[in-house]
């Protein structure tokens, strides 16, 4: 076995349920091209709701891949979970005969931010309305935070280190460092990512207490970070999972290494302070890159936070520059989420999962609905950017002040 130093981490599997499509291929096409897929929210009891637009899942149905036993105990958020988990075992090509007689080699690391809103408004509407008898025994389990992690795990007989990141955004990325420990510390295989389902009446108004949210009416003005238009951020549904591996372990089995994870770091500055964000992010930056053995000037592409707050994209951009210094402002920046929405903490693995396929396709993806960049950032608009792409840099903040940065590198060019 390698040393704890030796281990590092590999990205073998991307598993996609998002509001731009279900699916690698389908995601990655539409990230490319820059389609939008903002629309008027439509998800049943939020259409009276001041938050009108929105990225929703639509061609999804988990009869079609979830067994009954496990659609009746969970809420929407891990059905979006576990489809995207069997999507990315399917793209490492990790199956049980990999792992059987080894089940405590592969854990399984989830960040959620809302748990299961769905589920929960259901159960205490029943509750409320028809009594104690009229309430399922799942209500327990399938609002919190853990769902995903637990019924994964359970699911594909998973017995290796397993656990939850409780926070808001920034916690998808804080998921892959605590699988990359994992990975260090023995761990052969983690599946790790997050997906969210906030779309429930429920949840929206617990969402309209942030003033940062955008009420625009027009999906193509919504959402518009980095521009003198900018009026919020537009939630969404989804995320994304991965299967991160040993890379000797992945290479035994004959996995395709497709990225490294190499550095991560985080920081807090405080709920939606946004001034201050820029010193904790710029922290996190370096924190990342030091990790990483990772210099400034080797960072080809940026997916940034981009909130779409003017505070917060001033704060985001000075943060770049402070860490980077002057190749703060060449360096190509993207925000494709805001053709798709923020999906909290499914958001940042989201962009991870666009960063390792823009370093394979060496392919900047625009970003759509914006413009008129009144930032000095070099962002990437209108169409995709061809480059050869060997490192990545993802960005992630939370409305509640946490910050996060994670360092991807190619292995492209690794020998096998």
């Known amino acids: 076995m390698s040393s704890r130093q030796d281990r590092r981490t590999v990205v073998t599997g991307i598993g996609v349920i998002a509001p731009n499509g279900a699916g690698t291929d389908i995601f990655w096409k539409s990230t490319q091209e820059g389609i939008s897929v903002l629309d008027r929210v439509t998800r049943p009891g939020c259409e009276h709701l001041p938050l009108r637009v929105a990225g929703e899942v639509r061609a999804f149905d988990p009869g079609e891949l979830i067994e009954e036993r496990y659609l009746v105990q969970t809420d929407r ?9 069997d999507l990315a075992m399917d793209d490492a090509r990790l199956g049980r005969a990999d792992y ?6 592969v854990g399984v690391v989830t960040a959620a931010g809302s748990g299961g809103g769905e589920f929960g408004q259901r159960e205490l509407q029943r509750l409320w309305g028809q009594g104690s008898r009229f309430v399922g025994p799942y209500q327990s389990i399938a609002w919190f935070y853990a769902a995903s992690t637990g019924q994964i795990s ?3 007989g998973f017995k290796g280190p397993c656990g939850v990141v409780a926070s808001d955004e920034a916690g998808g990325l804080d998921a892959f460092a605590h699988a990359a420990r994992a990975v260090r510390r023995g761990t052969d295989a ?3 990512g997050a997906a969210e389902a906030p779309l429930a009446p429920y949840s929206v108004v617990c969402q309209l207490g942030y003033q940062d949210l955008s009420t625009s009416e027009d999906p193509a003005r919504a959402y518009r970070p980095f521009t003198s238009d900018a009026c919020g951020f537009v939630p969404a549904e989804g995320g994304a999972m991965l299967v991160v591996e040993e890379e000797n372990a992945a290479r035994r089995r004959g996995a395709r290494a497709r990225a490294y994870v190499a550095g991560h770091a985080a920081t807090f500055t405080g709920p939606s302070q946004w001034e201050q964000s820029r010193e904790g992010l710029a922290r996190a930056i370096r924190g990342a890159l030091q990790e990483a053995d990772c210099a400034p000037e080797e960072i080809d592409v940026i997916f940034a936070d981009a909130l779409g707050v003017p505070e917060a ?3 985001e951009a000075l943060a770049i520059a402070d860490a980077l210094g002057v190749h703060g402002r060449r360096v190509p920046v993207t925000a494709p989420k805001t053709g798709t929405g923020r999906a909290y903490c499914g958001g940042p693995v989201l962009d991870t999962a666009a960063a390792v396929l823009s370093m394979e396709h060496g392919l900047i993806p625009p970003t759509p609905n914006v413009f008129d960049v009144c ?3 070099n962002v990437v608009t209108g169409r995709a950017r061809s480059a050869e792409l060997r490192t990545a840099l993802v960005l992630s903040r939370g409305l509640m002040g946490s910050n996060a940065a994670l360092v991807l590198r190619s292995a492209i060019d690794t020998p096998s």
Do not use: K
Request: net charge negative.
């Open 77 to 85: 958020f891990t059905h979006f979970a576990m489809a995207a988990a």
């Open 100 to 105: 059987e007689g080894s089940p405590f080699a």
């Open 154 to 156: 359970i699911r594909g």
């Open 190 to 192: 983690v599946v790790v």
């Open 313 to 315: 994209d001033r704060a």
């Open 375 to 377: 930032h000095d950032l």
